[in-house]
């Protein structure tokens, strides 16, 4: 103690209290003595230890605080003083070395106009015109109500955390722990109470009056959810990110699902999800931000798909590559500032999972989930809507042979591959003579009677079952941590036959070989065995209502796939290799094998250096192998193996001879439909990243986060094709050969009509490789825990874009800042705001566009020509010389917020995202050798708004609490510049496809119709340019701009989700509910056959067409002969009175769940047990009142009511 009188004054005070009082016994015991001098002894001792740190202070003019920075610093001491004590303190010129505290603070506080006291690890400073007093009030009242509170935070093993939050409950102060846990709060009453956070910690409240050096946080049995974000490079603390960010709640991730992506739909606003029969989604985040989205065959391809990030790396497969039960979070980059660090790839958005890891310093942990869902068998009435049997019977009288109906002229050759029905072939034959008048009738009235959907749906249609697996054990060490898991789960389609089987293992280990060394590693091994026997839907659709499988003796029907009478009046069936020709769909499925195989693996490892404080070096290599391979055998009682060497077979009708052209036995083949499916496909990638991680925080009051590295990939992908091989034998693995060779100009094979053949007999294959080099850097400053600055830079260089420097090396960047106002010291009057957050940025990110090249390519034929015998070849691309990426700009701007301690909070966006030099077929000059060309010259525009809200309400403590979400978003996009000279009407309203053609100035999305003019002279007109009318009979002229009219987009603009959690006690009640709106579809017409080559199929808005108005509904042909009949489905589809309102609600899911008391347990020694039940697509409501699904139009399998039932314990 030094000897200025305030600090003997305060000493003596002390002492009082062990001095004799007025009327008090003056006995002291001898157990008092011996305590007192102990205890005095040990305190000595520690003040000793703690005063013989060393300090060494160099400084001259220095501001007496950063001074007192600097003691805590080397000391662990914290000061408390009142601001206003340093307003009259001088500037210091100090310089020491190696000093204990005391001799310190005597030097520093000599000419200062205040003295100290020292209490545990505590500096108080004490004004020198402090009035006098015997007692201590003083120092409390003017040290300890407002004071500074400081204390330390570390973990049950004593290891102190770093970036735990320190929060004065009800007001907005709070701060961070350093590195050595400490904390420090200046200006804060003592009567507050202190809520101190941490990631994967129980949150802890004390007094600031308590204790506050040692305070310890247990490791909570669920972690604290949605605290960081984590970009697939970094993870950031929520409230210092910058970006626009999307965070799925843990408890939702954690509900059952056969694909992680079903979690996230209805959770974030700006993500519109889309899903198949299966319940899978397909995802556009705020969007679409491609123009060139589709294949050869219009199906999506990946730059429609936002880039999926697994552990930090971008990976090839989707979705079901990841096996659910491992995913510890995901989080879904949405600006410029969150995504632009994954540059060319990340226009569409990243969606980043990060998977479990085994907790350090944790035993043994098994857990294990079963679960079994089931669905319903799909509506046939709504996949198949087709008139009724009676109906179908009575359009077919009316359509046979009028209007531009294909006759029967009775011959082999031109009517042979008529699939007529049975009720047209009972009209033909009595037309050709070979059926009476009465007898045509009974069959006609015999067949109305039928309806096979009851034997469909026996005979080809499945429950959909699914049964899932899964195994996870989990264990640590000091020194290292293990995970591993393992899945089993079976896939029962809605078809008989169809079914699939999955099996994942993964393993991810951590180990810290050194203090300066960690070594990671991880695996992924998936097999899937696709059972695809079954029908599919275009085959139900291919039946007349009134073919029937099996007959009343239960033997199989005869589905024509000819036309049968001729067949058996003109063909010697019998003669053939196969004498069966019959076709039936039940008999088909169970007479063919058709499997496809995959084994996805994939591996990553790594190494993180850490060097110095806060730096550390990770260099990972991920490896990844994806293989299918597809073999499909059909046995010999396969109609699709029969029909092929029957009709192989070289038939001379003259002389009656019949030549085998191809061996009897099974058939192996493999799939051969470009691009989608081949025999075999090989995808080998790999990524091989170096980068360097910068965390730090000096003093209070900076942060500083940053990654910089480099980083190269490559992808190769093979396809593979093996010609079919006839004649298999399984059990000696033999196949037969051509007998005759497989034809040629100079080997001509005739087939049964005696036409020329020839058999495919050599292999094809494509190669193709996309390699990308890249160097990337991100950093954020954060002062004062207020003020944040982030930016980023990446630059690309790849062999899918030109070679042109200044279009190859053109970099993604992005800028952004936040600020937390809710911390200014102005805005702590507002008790009931807990956080209030403002973030802008702007950046660009970019795409990448597959389908296209620089160079021109030119695609050789695997077969030669059958007329010249010579290799032929096309030009499948013509070249792009200045191809480059595809580029978005995007600003945000933000708010976050939080009020009434958390009861109420959430988030508003508002974002403008800009493509520029996007790639699309434009229209060129045809001197160029084509009329169009996909280049980097097309714009669009997406604006919009996103609002999330969200409350946890503790109803009764924590045993009865509500926990709701809802979000919100807006999105509008136009394209903006899409240059192309005439638009043919049936491109802008996309004849024959589900997506129309992009018109500048309006939503990519667009709906364009005829706006339908009634009839006139006994045809049905629409609308013209300049007022004309155009009749069915063939394309409409001119530019359609000019004529058709714009319905709506087909994409809903408006989306919502609404999420609610009711935990009463151990019950868990929540559900999900989805909504788009704004949006429009065209709703299912009438389609209008005619007598062709397939079955008459008049759908059930028959009723509707003989019934309605034929100035307000196209009718059927007021004319017996309408030639250009089969003409008219290129408008009747296309009609402005089809247009719907396409704005629709779905209950997504409602989720019950039970958590069984442990003690009950207590044999089995788990630690958790839960059992629950979930639906899924239970029902949608409807903003229109077709009864038709916008999402799933009649016609097209949609899901259906799915439960599920499972349990999930924990050991």
């Known amino acids: 103690m030094n000897n200025h009188p305030y600090t003997k004054r305060w000493y003596n005070t002390l002492l009082s209290s062990f001095r004799k009082k007025k009327g008090s016994s003056p006995k002291i015991t001898l157990e008092m003595r011996l305590l007192t001098y102990l205890t005095l002894g040990a305190s000595l001792q520690l003040s000793a230890n703690s005063y013989a740190q060393k300090i060494s202070i160099h400084t001259e003019k220095a501001p007496l605080e950063t001074v007192f920075k600097e003691i805590r610093k080397q000391s662990g001491y914290s000061f408390i003083y009142k601001s206003s004590y340093l307003k009259n303190a001088a500037p210091v010129s100090i310089s020491i ?111 600031a009056l308590s204790n506050l050096q040692s305070l310890t946080l247990r490791i909570a049995k669920q972690e604290v959810e949605e605290v960081v974000v984590n970009t697939g490079f970094q993870t950031l603390n929520k409230e210092r990110a910058t970006g626009s960010f999307g965070l799925i709640d843990k408890a939702q991730i954690e509900k059952p699902s056969t694909n992680i992506a079903q979690r996230i739909i209805g959770t974030t606003a700006g993500v519109q999800a889309t899903l198949d029969v299966d319940g899978n989604p397909r995802f556009e985040i705020r969007g679409q931000s491609s123009l060139n989205i589709r294949d050869s065959k219009g199906e999506l391809t990946a730059n429609a798909h936002p880039l999926v990030v697994v552990d930090g790396f971008a990976i090839q497969g989707d979705f079901n590559s990841i096996n659910p039960n491992d995913v510890e979070s995901i989080t879904i980059l949405k600006d410029a500032a969150a995504a632009s660090i994954w540059g060319a790839r990340a226009a569409n958005g990243v969606v980043v999972i990060v998977t479990k890891k085994a907790k350090q310093g944790t035993p043994m942990k098994v857990d294990f989930q079963a679960f079994t869902r089931v669905g319903k068998k799909f509506d046939l009435s709504y996949v198949n809507p087709l008139a009724s049997s009676a109906e179908t019977i009575e359009y077919e009288k009316r359509a046979f042979n009028k209007w531009s109906a294909t006759e029967n002229s009775g011959s082999l050759e031109s009517n042979y591959s008529k699939q007529w029905s049975q009720g047209l072939i009972a009209l033909s034959e009595h037309h050709l003579g070979y059926m009476s008048e009465a007898e045509r009738d009974a069959e006609l009235e015999r067949l109305k009677t039928l309806d096979n959907r009851q034997q469909i749906e026996d005979l080809l249609l499945a429950t959909p079952v699914t049964q899932q697996y899964n195994l996870t054990l989990q264990g640590s060490s000091a020194k290292m941590n293990n995970l591993v898991s393992m899945l089993y789960e079976r896939n029962q389609s809605n078809f008989k036959e169809t079914s699939n089987d999955r099996y994942m293992l993964n393993y991810r280990t951590t180990a810290s070989i050194f203090p300066w060394l960690d070594v990671h590693a991880s695996t992924m091994l998936q097999y899937n065995n696709f059972k695809k026997n079954g029908v599919t839907l275009s085959d139900i659709k291919g039946l007349s209502p009134y073919d029937m499988l099996v007959n009343t003796d239960g033997s199989y029907t005869n589905i024509h796939q000819y036309y049968w009478p001729i067949m058996e009046r003109a063909v010697p069936m019998e003669r053939f290799p196969y004498a069966d020709w019959a076709y039936n769909p039940v008999q088909e499925i169970y007479q063919r094998n058709r499997r496809t195989k995959e084994l996805n693996t994939r591996l990553m490892g790594g190494l993180t250096f850490k060097p110095l404080k806060g730096l550390t070096f990770d260099t990972k290599l991920q490896y990844e192998h994806f293989n299918t391979n597809n073999r499909y055998l059909y046995n010999e009682g396969s109609f699709y193996l029969r029909k092929r060497v029957n009709e192989a077979t070289a038939w001379d009708n003259q002389k009656g001879t019949l030549t085998h052209n191809l061996p009897k036995g099974a058939l192996i083949e493999q799939p051969y439909d470009r691009p989608r499916e081949w025999g075999r496909t090989s995808v080998n990638s790999y990524i091989f990243r170096n980068q360097v991680n910068y965390n730090r925080t000096f003093g209070l009051d900076h942060e500083i986060n940053a990654v910089a590295g480099s980083e190269i990939s490559n992808i190769v992908s093979e396809q593979f094709y093996t010609p079919p091989s006839y004649g298999f034998n399984e059990e000696t693995l033999t196949v037969g050969s051509y007998p005759n060779g497989p034809g040629g100009t100079f080997n001509p094979i005739k087939n049964w009509l005696g036409s020329n053949q020839t058999f495919r007999y050599t292999n094809s294959f494509t190669y193709r490789t996309e390699r990308f080099v890249s160097m990337f850097a991100n950093a954020a400053y954060t002062y004062q825990n207020k003020y944040t600055l982030s930016g980023s830079i990446r630059n690309d260089a790849s062999n899918m874009i030109t070679d042109d420097p200044s279009y190859r090396y053109a970099p993604f960047w992005s800028i952004g800042g936040s600020y937390q106002i809710g911390r200014e010291q102005f805005m702590q009057q507002y008790t009931w705001l807990d956080r209030l957050n403002l973030r802008l940025t702007y950046g660009y990110n970019g795409n990448v566009d597959r389908s296209t090249s620089f160079r021109p390519l030119v695609a050789l034929d695997s077969n030669p020509n059958v007329y010249t015998n010579e290799y032929t070849g ?109 638009y043919v009407a049936y491109d802008m309203y996309g004849y024959g496809k589900d997506y129309s053609a992009y018109v500048e100035g309006y939503d990519a999305n667009s709906l364009w119709v005829f706006e339908y ?183 097209t399998m949609k899901p259906r009511p799915r439960f599920t039932f499972g349990l999930k314990v924990g050991f």
């Open 874 to 982: 096309r030009i499948s691309s013509y070249g792009n010389p200045t191809l480059r990426w595809e580029r978005t700009a995007t600003w945000n701007a933000g708010v976050d917020y939080s009020l009434w301690q958390g009861k109420l909070y959430g988030k508003i966006d508002v974002y403008k995202k800009q493509g520029k030099d996007l790639i699309a077929e434009l229209s060129i000059p045809a001197v160029n050798g084509t009329n169009t060309q996909k280049l980097n010259n097309a714009e669009i525009t997406n604006s919009g708004i996103e609002l999330e809200l969200g409350t946890t309400l503790p109803l009764r403590g924590s045993d009865i609490t509500w926990r709701g979400s809802f979000n919100f978003s807006y999105n509008h996009n136009k394209v903006n510049k899409f240059f192309v000279a005439n």
């Open 1013 to 1195: 003019a009634g009839i006139h002279d006994k045809q049905p007109m629409v609308h013209g340019a300049n007022g004309e009318l155009y009749d069915f009979g063939t394309w409409s002229p001119g530019d359609g701009r000019d004529y058709l009219l714009h319905g709506g987009t087909r994409v809903a603009p408006y989306t919502l989700g609404f999420s609610n959690s009711f935990q009463i006690y151990d019950f868990n009640l929540s559900f999900i509910l989805t909504g788009k709106l704004g949006h429009k579809f065209l709703k299912q017409s009438f389609n209008y056959p005619d007598v062709g080559y397939d079955r008459l199929l008049p759908n059930n808005k028959l009723s509707e067409v003989m019934n309605g108005d034929p100035n307000s509904i196209v009718p059927l042909p007021l004319n017996d002969i309408e030639p250009r009949y089969y003409f008219w489905d290129r408008f009747y589809s296309y009609m402005d009175y089809l247009v719907t309102n396409a704005s629709h609600l779905r209950m997504q899911e409602v989720s019950a769940s039970y958590r069984l008391p442990t003690q009950k347990w207590s044999l089995l020694k788990q630690s958790n047990a839960m059992v629950y039940i979930q639906g899924n697509d239970l029902f949608t409501v409807l903003f229109n009142n077709t009864g038709e699904d916008p999402e799933y139009r009649l016609g």
């Open 97 to 207: 070395d190696k000093r204990n505290l005391k001799e310190t603070l005597d030097k520093l506080l000599k000419d200062q106009p205040f003295d100290y006291v020292i209490k545990g690890k505590v500096v108080s400073l004490v004004p020198l015109n402090a009035p006098r007093s015997t007692n201590t009030a003083y120092l409390e009242e003017e040290t300890i109500q407002q004071r500074l509170i400081s204390g330390y935070v570390k973990d049950q093993q004593g290891n102190p955390l770093q970036k735990a939050t320190v929060r004065v409950k009800g007001s907005n102060i709070s701060t961070s722990t350093d590195e050595k846990g400490f904390f420090q709060l200046n200006g804060v009453d003592r009567n507050v109470t202190l809520s101190i956070s941490f990631l994967g910690f129980d949150n802890l409240e004390v007094s």
